[in-house]
Structure formats: structure tokens, C-alpha cells
């Protein structure tokens, strides 16, 4: 076993320079192996929850940042940026050790400490580390500055209770006390202090299901008990054989953690993960190499089958299925483990086919890759683009304009900041294939003229090599149908607007003016008259302009005091700039001037083969597009179509690939939900990943699935000719008990520190249901079955799920439900309570609708929940589950879990 003690001198303390673009300090930085923290005072005490951190890039893979500051070459290998989020945001910490000794020691331990708290992060199990982890974390906190010789009086464990987010009586809290000091000396070692938690984290309502299961096998569970819960209750699909692997590897003696490992209060809690999970120990570096011949494994929870399949079995002819049972220690470890996940990944083959054509899967994609902040004046930087990339997603966005030397990226006619096209290119290329080996499709708006568009095809040449593809995979000229995700593996692929292609429509955008990406209009599918089509193409266009200074009136309010906040030297806008807050103004009509044709550089069209960017022409029958022609819409033109054409689109997006994007009102890049756009088989349905809100986590929650590939095969009704899938509409209702919750977390401050001040939590669980508009027709959700559903339960009025956009935001359906409130306990609430939720489907597309379970705090309705799930029903395991819960920027609390279970029957 390698050493992996983190060593003195760093839990100590050691100076470092901090660097940042307006100084550089020196600190004293610590890690706190227990506690899981990076430590350093500065004005005040400043903390980084390992678990927070994103990624950590060191030497060459931070230069970007070192060069952007100014500092010398000589640095680069002393040079550690930890990227990890806090307060709802994403930020950076750039550090320089005094020696490249000292740098190694901290990039080595810091890389294991990080890489066992990201596998406690992925999913449930490894039930014994976490609670070694958990264990060290609290007895550590009590009382810090004790060390090993560390005892805990009965107040000082009264105020652990409080931190633990319990509050028992004192005469309980003593009688727990005076238990767990088993020799009487009136106070708590390490030993009585894991006695102490044992019994405080007993767990009856597992006690309860234990007894019902057992209760007509002797009060045993026995293999015949545990496989009629599987198949009954769980909806276990597994075969016999495997069942039985799974029975007779929680049936077999419990492992417990060995004395010496287990009692000593000296020895770290990275020593216990490591020597109890037998964690790698190889350094995560931020650039893995990939084997484009397999799949990416997903760290999270996995399907039953796969798990059992890769797991080391035990012999069967070491067990006796007849003899041997599950005690209540075997079984909550089970239900606790990822062979009782409640999310199904769903990957392989068997679901996701990667052998379709492009125009058959959902692409994970971004909008305004470049920016991390506001639209209007955030700032342009390469950092979005990492962080896209190595959360799979595989179509970014980068808007080009001329540069003083080389074309540069940034939000045109904003105030934003501006980065090199060069450096862009270069982070997509270093990070486009590491979470994912599925192809990149990136969405370039080309503003420059033609000498840098030149530079343009010159610089993605350089950057991206072979990668790039400039012509037919099969070398075939003609395109009768786009290759697949899997045809492209590794391949980066350019998407822009040949203006060639266009200006061959123009005569017929005269006639009937209906560019549908920067006039916002789109045309009826019936075959109307030129001028019946025109008086409607008229009215649509008042109506629209009427909606847009409604929500540029709402925006730009709400913009004003950032504005305010920014430097007088960028508050006035040049003399010929448009407050517009998109570069092309895409939502606007042009200002009484015909636009002037821009010549386009040959050596940039010969870059768009599958994926040749042209104007919406309109989606009626008259109207051809080539296999490679895709087009973007704006949110507010895709919801016209919606509302009028919905099945055309339909149509059109089960062999061509389409985008849609938020409308430009959007100044605080906030997101709609996608599934609304999913739901008519739009591929490239493209968010701000820079706000982490409700229409963020959908889309999180959609490429979670297929091993987060960024690519998810679309339901069979959205990619095949036959119509009467999509003709076929079904009513079910989701029925959900809230049973317990696990050590929920304590609010925090804005340091990222726990806000002891704060009262004992009284949590609730809010269960809400995002279906999308599946047709016109079927807008809405009978009211009669939404009285039923609030007869059943304390349940809210339906609600439009608005994600803090303008009152005129179009959104999918939301129906919300809640459990009544438990009163000071967030440590292990029991609610017990059953919910039920009437929703509807179209064409069988479960994979469509969407649950978000929230735990908040009673009388916190501003505040975020205190954790938060949120999966496709398509992927979601019936049955007694632990949900794992996450904090609003996504990232899995190591310790707190909500414990369920799920049905869905037929209406």
C-alpha cells in the first residue's frame, strides 16, 4: 500500500502566492484532510470544500492563465489552479509554491484527497467509507483544537447535535450520552463517539420494511423473501442468476473496518477511504487519453445488470441460498448500494444505438460558450469552454469577429470582453474528447471579413489538425443521409451560414420575407396564396414586435444595476453601437436597410459538410433542404412554430438537424426548459451552462443518461416514419412516497462555511412533475385530475415553471406537490408521506417528462432548497430507492440522501 498520509507540513501550512489579475499575495495555505478543506486567512478565514472543486489544472494545462496575467515562463512549474464553485458561481484560485518540492506535495495529495471525495460523489455505496469519512469529519469539527487525546463533554456534543441538524430533548440527548459512555467517565473517546452515532443513525423505517418483508420467512430474509421484493416491489428485471450474485454478496458476513482502522482518532479519514475502497491512487490529471474504441464509463450510478456483470461475483458454492439470509445491516447496505441505484443509466447498445443518423439524437449544446457571466457585460474567456467539454457537452458556440491581428470571440455590440479565436480553439481542442469521444459540432456566427475569415480556417486547421473534417467521411460528394455519432467518433465539425447557399433563396426571401432566424417568423405548412400569406406574415411580425418591447422593457430594468456596477470606462456605448444584447440582433428587424451581402472565403466553406448552417425558408411542402442544411431558431420563432406547425417540425427534425436558441432578451442568461424543444425532436437545443437554473438541470438530468456520451438517442415516436406512435396519448399518475431523509445539510454563508447561527431545520420535500407541451391539442392536464391529485395531498396549484425570465416566457407544464413539514430534525426527518401526480404522454415519450425533488426549509421560500434531485422518468428505478442530493450547482453532498418509493400506474 502506497503512503498517502497527508503529510505535516501541509495540514500545518505552507506559503503560497496567490495570483489574481489585480494582485499577488502570499498566504498560508492548509489541508485539512478530515475536514475536507483547503484553509487560508486572509482578511477573513477562506475555506474550499474538496467536494466543490471542479477540476485542478497545474504547469501547461494552467499556462493560459499564467499568460494572461503577464507572469514569467520560469512559474509555470510551481503553478496550481484549483477551479471549484462557491456561492452559486464558478471560481478560480491560481497559486504559486515557493519550491517545485512543495508543489508536488500539494498537486499529488490534493489530486488523492480530491479523487476519493468525486467517488463517494458518483452515485451511492461504499457505505463503510462514507461513514469513516463522515465519522472523522464531525469528531474532528467538535473540538478542533483538542487533538489526539480529543474528548467530547455532554455540551460539546450538544452542540454537535446542532450541527448534525438535530435537537432532542436534553433528558434523550443524556440518556444517549450516558449509553455510549460505556466505562462511565463522563465523557466520549473516539470509540463511545461511533457508538454514540451508530445509535443515533438507526435506521426504522428500514426496520419496518425489514420486518413486512420477512414477516412469512420467519422474521428471516431469506433468498425467496429478497427475490419477491425484487420482482414486486423493485420491478427487478434481472436474471436469476444474477439475482442471486446480488443476494449472496449482502448475505455474506458484513465487512467491517478493522479496530485499529476504525477506533483511532490519529489516524486521517484519506487513509480509511483509501485502505476501505481501495481507491486508484494514480493522480486525476485534466486531460485523460482516450480509446476511441470504448465508451466512456460512467462514474455514477449504473443499471442493476451492468453492475452485477462487472462487479467480482462471489462462488455460489460458497453460500447455500437455503441456509444463508440478509440481516437488517445486509439490507440497508443493499438499498443503499448502485445495485439498488434509483437512476438507470441506460447505457450500451441495447438502448442507445450509436449507429443512427446525427439528426436521431439529442445533442448536449451550449449557447455563448464563451461567456461566464452577464450578456451584456460579462466576461469572454476559455474557461466556459472547459467546463462545457468536460461536462460532455458536444456543441459549443463561439461568435467571430475581426480582431486588431487574428479574429477574436466575444458577444458583438456588448461590452463584453473579448478572447483570441487562437486560444478558443486551442482549449476546445485539449478538452474536446475527454469526457466523450463523440463528435464536436461547433456553432460559429462568422462576422469578420474575408481576410480574417481566412485566418479563420487557417487557425481551426492548426489547432484542431486531422480532427477537423473538410470533407465526406466516405468521400462521397452527394449526401443522402448524415453519417452517425459513431461514424465520427473524434471528428470536429464546423456549423456556419453559407452565405453561397443563401443567396440562392433570396428571390424567394423577397416575395415572402420569411427568414425565420433573424426576422422571427416562420410560414404555415398549408398552401395559402402569396398574398393570404403575406397579411399573416405581417400580423405575426407586430405581434412578435410587441412581445419583444415587453420583454427588452422587463430586461433591461432588470439590467440596470449591473450596468451601474461596471467601470465608468465601459458604461457608454460607442457612438454607432445598438443596445441590442445580441451582435446580430436576430430578434430585431433590420433599421430600413437592405443588409448587405458579405463574400465568404472559400476555405471556410469547404470546412461545413454535414452540417452547412441556411435560412429557414419555412416548413411547408414547397420547401426542400438538403440532408447537410441546418438552420437555427431563435426561442421566440421555435414557440410560434409550436403553437402552429408543431408536427412539421416534427417531420423536418427526424432527417435534418436543427437549433434552437434563447431569444436575445435573455440579458441575464437565464435558460427555458429544452424538453419543451425536445419534445418536437430538436437536436441542438442550446443553454447558458454559466446559470445553474431549472432549465440547466433538465438538461443535466436528460445527458446523464447514456453514459454521458453527450448524445441520447431520441424516443422512437420523434424518429421514425410511422405516425401513429405520435398519435398516441396515455394518462398515468406518479405516485411517490417520501419516506426519511439522511444527515440533510445546514445552510451555508457566503464563505462556503456553515451558518451555525441558523435554527434547526423543519424540511419538507416538494415532488414537481415537467411534462412538455406535448400538442396543441393537449396542452393541458383535466382539471378534474388535478383535484384529484390535491384531494390526495397538501398540494400547490399547478404552476408555469417560469426560470426568472419575463412574464411573456412560453414554458412547459409544471405540476408541484409537498409533504407536510418535520420540526427541528434535518439529521433523519421521517415523513412517511404518500404524493400522487397525474401527468400525461404522447407517443409513449417518458423519457420526455422530468422529476425534480427538493427538500427546503419551512419559511425559506426565497432561498434555494437544501438539496435537490432531478432525473428523466425514463431512467428512474420503480421501488424503494436513496435518491443521492445535491446543492444547486449540482455537485452530490457526500452524507445526505432521501429515501423513497416510486410507482407510476395507468389513469
Same mark, same amino acid.
Given at each position: 500500500?502506497?503512503?498517502?498520509?497527508?503529510?505535516?507540513?501541509?495540514?500545518?501550512?505552507?506559503?503560497?502566492?496567490?495570483?489574481?489579475?489585480?494582485?499577488?499575495?502570499?498566504?498560508?495555505?492548509?489541508?485539512?484532510?478530515?475536514?475536507?478543506?483547503?484553509?487560508?486567512?486572509?482578511?477573513?478565514?477562506?475555506?474550499?470544500?474538496?467536494?466543490?472543486?471542479?477540476?485542478?489544472?497545474?504547469?501547461?494545462?494552467?499556462?493560459?492563465?499564467?499568460?494572461?496575467?503577464?507572469?514569467?515562463?520560469?512559474?509555470?512549474?510551481?503553478?496550481?489552479?484549483?477551479?471549484?464553485?462557491?456561492?452559486?458561481?464558478?471560481?478560480?484560485?491560481?497559486?504559486?509554491?515557493?519550491?517545485?518540492?512543495?508543489?508536488?506535495?500539494?498537486?499529488?495529495?490534493?489530486?488523492?484527497?480530491?479523487?476519493?471525495?468525486?467517488?463517494?460523489?458518483?452515485?451511492?455505496?461504499?457505505?463503510?467509507?462514507?461513514?469513516?469519512?463522515?465519522?472523522?469529519?464531525?469528531?474532528?469539527?467538535?473540538?478542533?483544537?483538542?487533538?489526539?487525546?480529543?474528548?467530547?463533554?455532554?455540551?460539546?456534543?450538544?452542540?454537535?447535535?446542532?450541527?448534525?441538524?438535530?435537537?432532542?430533548?436534553?433528558?434523550?440527548?443524556?440518556?444517549?450520552?450516558?449509553?455510549?459512555?460505556?466505562?462511565?467517565?463522563?465523557?466520549?473517546?473516539?470509540?463511545?463517539?461511533?457508538?454514540?452515532?451508530?445509535?443515533?443513525?438507526?435506521?426504522?423505517?428500514?426496520?419496518?420494511?425489514?420486518?413486512?418483508?420477512?414477516?412469512?420467512?420467519?422474521?428471516?430474509?431469506?433468498?425467496?423473501?429478497?427475490?419477491?421484493?425484487?420482482?414486486?416491489?423493485?420491478?427487478?428485471?434481472?436474471?436469476?442468476?444474477?439475482?442471486?450474485?446480488?443476494?449472496?454478496?449482502?448475505?455474506?458476513?458484513?465487512?467491517?473496518?478493522?479496530?485499529?482502522?476504525?477506533?483511532?482518532?490519529?489516524?486521517?479519514?484519506?487513509?480509511?477511504?483509501?485502505?476501505?475502497?481501495?481507491?486508484?491512487?494514480?493522480?486525476?490529471?485534466?486531460?485523460?487519453?482516450?480509446?476511441?474504441?470504448?465508451?466512456? !464509463? #460512467?462514474?455514477?450510478?449504473?443499471? @442493476? =445488470?451492468?453492475?452485477?456483470? /462487472?462487479?467480482?461475483? %462471489?462462488?455460489?458454492? +460458497?453460500?447455500?441460498?437455503?441456509?444463508?439470509?440478509?440481516?437488517?445491516?445486509?439490507?440497508?447496505?443493499?438499498?443503499?448500494?448502485?445495485?439498488?441505484?434509483?437512476?438507470?443509466?441506460?447505457?450500451?447498445?441495447?438502448?442507445?444505438?450509436?449507429?443512427?443518423?446525427?439528426?436521431?439524437?439529442?445533442?448536449?449544446?451550449?449557447?455563448?460558450?464563451?461567456?461566464?457571466?452577464?450578456?451584456?457585460?460579462?466576461?469572454?474567456?476559455?474557461?466556459?469552454?472547459?467546463?462545457?467539454?468536460?461536462?460532455?457537452?458536444?456543441?459549443?458556440?463561439?461568435?467571430?469577429?475581426?480582431?486588431?491581428?487574428?479574429?477574436?470571440?466575444?458577444?458583438?455590440?456588448?461590452?463584453?470582453?473579448?478572447?483570441?479565436?487562437?486560444?478558443?480553439?486551442?482549449?476546445?481542442?485539449?478538452?474536446?474528447?475527454?469526457? !466523450? #469521444?463523440?463528435?464536436?459540432?461547433? @456553432? =460559429?456566427?462568422?462576422?469578420? /471579413?474575408?481576410?480574417? %475569415?481566412?485566418?479563420? +480556417?487557417?487557425?481551426?486547421?492548426?489547432?484542431?489538425?486531422?480532427?477537423?473534417?473538410?470533407?465526406?467521411?466516405?468521400?462521397?460528394?452527394?449526401?443522402?443521409?448524415?453519417?452517425?455519432?459513431?461514424?465520427?467518433?473524434?471528428?470536429?465539425?464546423?456549423?456556419?451560414?453559407?452565405?453561397?447557399?443563401?443567396?440562392?433563396?433570396?428571390?424567394?426571401?423577397?416575395?415572402?420575407?420569411?427568414?425565420?432566424?433573424?426576422?422571427?417568423?416562420?410560414?404555415?405548412?398549408?398552401?395559402?396564396?402569396?398574398?393570404?400569406?403575406?397579411?399573416?406574415?405581417?400580423?405575426?411580425?407586430?405581434?412578435?414586435?410587441?412581445?419583444?418591447?415587453?420583454?427588452?422593457?422587463?430586461?433591461?430594468?432588470?439590467?440596470?444595476?449591473?450596468?451601474?456596477?461596471?467601470?465608468?470606462?465601459?458604461?457608454?456605448?460607442?457612438?454607432?453601437?445598438?443596445?441590442?444584447?445580441?451582435?446580430?440582433?436576430?430578434?430585431?428587424?433590420?433599421?430600413?436597410?437592405?443588409?448587405?451581402?458579405?463574400?465568404?472565403?472559400?476555405?471556410?466553406?469547404?470546412?461545413?459538410?454535414?452540417?452547412?448552417?441556411?435560412?429557414?425558408?419555412?416548413?411547408?411542402?414547397?420547401?426542400?433542404?438538403?440532408?447537410?442544411?441546418?438552420?437555427?431558431?431563435?426561442?421566440?420563432?421555435?414557440?410560434?412554430?409550436?403553437?402552429?406547425?408543431?408536427?412539421?417540425?416534427?417531420?423536418?427534425?427526424?432527417?435534418?438537424?436543427?437549433?434552437?436558441?434563447?431569444?436575445?432578451?435573455?440579458?441575464?442568461?437565464?435558460?427555458?426548459?429544452?424538453?419543451?424543444?425536445?419534445?418536437?425532436?430538436?437536436?441542438?437545443?442550446?443553454?447558458?451552462?454559466?446559470?445553474?437554473?431549472?432549465?440547466?438541470?433538465?438538461?443535466?438530468?436528460?445527458?446523464?443518461?447514456?453514459?454521458?456520451?453527450?448524445?441520447?438517442?431520441?424516443?422512437?415516436?420523434?424518429?421514425?416514419?410511422?405516425?401513429?406512435?405520435?398519435?398516441?396519448?396515455?394518462?398515468?399518475?406518479?405516485?411517490?412516497?417520501?419516506?426519511?431523509?439522511?444527515?440533510?445539510?445546514?445552510?451555508?454563508?457566503?464563505?462556503?462555511?456553515?451558518?451555525?447561527?441558523?435554527?434547526?431545520?423543519?424540511?419538507?420535500?416538494?415532488?414537481?412533475?415537467?411534462?412538455?407541451?406535448?400538442?396543441?391539442?393537449?396542452?393541458?392536464?383535466?382539471?378534474?385530475?388535478?383535484?384529484?391529485?390535491?384531494?390526495?395531498?397538501?398540494?400547490?396549484?399547478?404552476?408555469?415553471?417560469?426560470?426568472?425570465?419575463?412574464?411573456?416566457?412560453?414554458?412547459?407544464?409544471?405540476?408541484?406537490?409537498?409533504?407536510?413539514?418535520?420540526?427541528?430534525?434535518?439529521?433523519?426527518?421521517?415523513?412517511?408521506?404518500?404524493?400522487?401526480?397525474?401527468?400525461?404522454?404522447?407517443?409513449?415519450?417518458?423519457?420526455?417528462?422530468?422529476?425534480?425533488?427538493?427538500?427546503?426549509?419551512?419559511?425559506?421560500?426565497?432561498?434555494?432548497?437544501?438539496?435537490?434531485?432531478?432525473?428523466?422518468?425514463?431512467?428512474?428505478?420503480?421501488?424503494?430507492?436513496?435518491?443521492?442530493?445535491?446543492?444547486?450547482?449540482?455537485?452530490?453532498?457526500?452524507?445526505?440522501?432521501?429515501?423513497?418509493?416510486?410507482?407510476?400506474?395507468?389513469?
Amino acid at each position: 500500500m502506497v503512503d498517502v498520509t497527508v503529510p505535516q507540513l501541509l495540514q500545518q501550512g505552507v506559503p503560497m502566492l496567490k495570483v489574481s489579475a489585480k494582485k499577488q499575495k502570499r498566504y498560508v495555505f492548509k489541508l485539512d484532510p478530515d475536514q475536507g478543506q483547503i484553509v487560508w486567512e486572509s482578511k477573513k478565514l477562506r475555506i474550499i470544500p474538496i467536494e466543490n472543486i471542479k477540476e485542478l489544472r497545474e504547469g501547461a494545462d494552467a499556462r493560459y492563465y499564467r499568460e494572461q496575467f503577464q507572469l514569467a515562463a520560469h512559474f509555470e512549474d510551481r503553478w496550481l489552479t484549483i477551479v471549484y464553485v462557491l456561492d452559486g458561481g464558478y471560481k478560480t484560485l491560481h497559486l504559486i509554491a515557493g519550491t517545485h518540492d512543495v508543489f508536488q506535495m500539494w498537486d499529488i495529495t490534493l489530486r488523492r484527497l480530491y479523487a476519493i471525495r468525486q467517488k463517494l460523489m458518483s452515485g451511492l455505496g461504499d457505505t463503510d467509507v462514507r461513514q469513516a469519512v463522515w465519522e472523522k469529519q464531525f469528531w474532528r469539527s467538535a473540538a478542533p483544537d483538542t487533538g489526539a487525546d480529543q474528548k467530547l463533554d455532554f455540551d460539546e456534543v450538544e452542540r454537535l447535535c446542532r450541527r448534525m441538524n438535530i435537537n432532542p430533548s436534553r433528558e434523550d440527548l443524556w440518556a444517549r450520552f450516558t449509553e455510549a459512555d460505556s466505562m462511565n467517565r463522563g465523557y466520549l473517546d473516539f470509540a463511545d463517539f461511533q457508538r454514540f452515532v451508530k445509535a443515533l443513525k438507526a435506521r426504522p423505517e428500514i426496520e419496518s420494511l425489514y420486518k413486512r418483508l420477512s414477516a412469512g420467512y420467519g422474521g428471516l430474509l431469506t433468498y425467496d423473501a429478497f427475490e419477491r421484493f425484487m420482482r414486486t416491489s423493485q420491478m427487478s428485471s434481472l436474471s436469476q442468476g444474477e439475482l442471486q450474485r446480488v443476494f449472496l454478496r449482502y448475505a455474506s458476513k458484513d465487512v467491517e473496518l478493522s479496530n485499529s482502522a476504525a477506533s483511532s482518532p490519529a489516524q486521517n479519514s484519506l487513509e480509511l477511504a483509501v485502505k476501505s475502497a481501495a481507491i486508484v491512487e494514480e493522480p486525476v490529471r485534466s486531460s485523460p487519453s482516450w480509446d476511441f474504441d470504448m465508451h466512456p !464509463s #460512467p462514474s455514477s450510478s449504473h443499471s @442493476s =445488470a451492468t453492475l452485477v456483470a /462487472s462487479s467480482s461475483s %462471489q462462488s455460489s458454492s +460458497a453460500f447455500s441460498l437455503k441456509s444463508d439470509v440478509m440481516s437488517i445491516k445486509g439490507f440497508t447496505t443493499f438499498l443503499l448500494s448502485a445495485d439498488n441505484s434509483a437512476f438507470a443509466d441506460q447505457h450500451g447498445k441495447i438502448y442507445h444505438d450509436m449507429s443512427r443518423p446525427l439528426p436521431e439524437y439529442f445533442v448536449s449544446s451550449s449557447h455563448n460558450t464563451y461567456l461566464v457571466g452577464h450578456q451584456l457585460v460579462g466576461e469572454s474567456t476559455i474557461e466556459g469552454y472547459i467546463r462545457a467539454l468536460l461536462h460532455s457537452c458536444r456543441s459549443v458556440e463561439l461568435d467571430i469577429y475581426d480582431g486588431d491581428v487574428e479574429p477574436v470571440v466575444y458577444h458583438g455590440r456588448t461590452l463584453t470582453t473579448k478572447v483570441l479565436l487562437r486560444d478558443a480553439c486551442a482549449a476546445i481542442n485539449k478538452y474536446a474528447f475527454v469526457a !466523450s #469521444p463523440y463528435p464536436i459540432i461547433i @456553432s =460559429a456566427e462568422i462576422h469578420c /471579413s474575408v481576410p480574417q %475569415q481566412e485566418l479563420i +480556417a487557417s487557425i481551426m486547421h492548426e489547432e484542431f489538425g486531422e480532427a477537423l473534417l473538410s470533407a465526406p467521411i466516405d468521400g462521397r460528394p452527394k449526401i443522402d443521409v448524415l453519417p452517425s455519432p459513431e461514424d465520427l467518433k473524434g471528428r470536429i465539425l464546423l456549423k456556419a451560414k453559407n452565405l453561397y447557399v443563401s443567396d440562392k433563396d433570396d428571390l424567394r426571401e423577397k416575395e415572402i420575407s420569411v427568414d425565420t432566424e433573424s426576422s422571427s417568423t416562420e410560414t404555415s405548412a398549408s398552401d395559402m396564396d402569396l398574398a393570404d400569406e403575406a397579411k399573416q406574415e405581417w400580423r405575426r411580425a407586430r405581434e412578435a414586435e410587441a412581445e419583444l418591447i415587453k420583454d427588452l422593457k422587463y430586461e433591461f430594468k432588470k439590467a440596470r444595476n449591473t450596468f451601474g456596477r461596471v467601470r465608468p470606462h465601459r458604461t457608454e456605448l460607442a457612438p454607432n453601437m445598438s443596445p441590442s444584447p445580441r451582435s446580430d440582433a436576430r430578434d430585431l428587424p433590420p433599421a430600413n436597410q437592405a443588409p448587405q451581402k458579405v463574400k465568404m472565403s472559400f476555405a471556410l466553406v469547404v470546412l461545413l459538410v454535414y452540417t452547412v448552417g441556411v435560412k429557414c425558408r419555412g416548413l411547408n411542402k414547397k420547401e426542400v433542404y438538403a440532408p447537410e442544411h441546418m438552420f437555427s431558431l431563435s426561442e421566440s420563432t421555435a414557440n410560434r412554430i409550436l403553437k402552429h406547425s408543431m408536427m412539421d417540425l416534427i417531420k423536418h427534425n427526424k432527417t435534418h438537424l436543427v437549433r434552437i436558441y434563447p431569444k436575445g432578451t435573455r440579458i441575464g442568461s437565464t435558460n427555458f426548459e429544452p424538453h419543451r424543444y425536445w419534445s418536437a425532436g430538436a437536436q441542438l437545443v442550446a443553454i447558458n451552462w454559466q446559470t445553474l437554473d431549472l432549465g440547466y438541470m433538465i438538461n443535466h438530468a436528460m445527458f446523464q443518461r447514456n453514459g454521458r456520451a453527450g448524445y441520447v438517442l431520441k424516443p422512437l415516436a420523434l424518429r421514425t416514419a410511422d405516425k401513429q406512435l405520435m398519435s398516441h396519448r396515455s394518462r398515468h399518475c406518479f405516485e411517490v412516497t417520501v419516506i426519511s431523509a439522511q444527515q440533510l445539510p445546514r445552510p451555508k454563508n457566503l464563505l462556503g462555511r456553515e451558518a451555525l447561527d441558523r435554527s434547526i431545520l423543519d424540511p419538507y420535500v416538494e415532488v414537481s412533475l415537467h411534462v412538455p407541451d406535448w400538442t396543441q391539442a393537449h396542452n393541458h392536464i383535466h382539471s378534474s385530475e388535478l383535484s384529484q391529485g390535491r384531494a390526495r395531498t397538501s398540494q400547490r396549484s399547478p404552476a408555469s415553471a417560469e426560470t426568472g425570465t419575463s412574464p411573456a416566457t412560453t414554458s412547459a407544464r409544471t405540476v408541484t406537490v409537498r409533504t407536510a413539514v418535520v420540526r427541528n430534525n434535518g439529521f433523519n426527518p421521517v415523513w412517511d408521506q404518500q404524493l400522487s401526480i397525474p401527468f400525461d404522454l404522447v407517443g409513449d415519450m417518458r423519457d420526455l417528462v422530468f422529476v425534480r425533488f427538493a427538500v427546503k426549509q419551512e419559511g425559506a421560500i426565497d432561498e434555494e432548497p437544501l438539496a435537490i434531485y432531478c432525473a428523466s422518468m425514463g431512467s428512474l428505478n420503480m421501488g424503494y430507492r436513496h435518491l443521492p442530493l445535491h446543492d444547486a450547482q449540482l455537485s452530490q453532498y457526500l452524507f445526505s440522501t432521501l429515501f423513497v418509493k416510486l410507482g407510476i400506474h395507468d389513469l
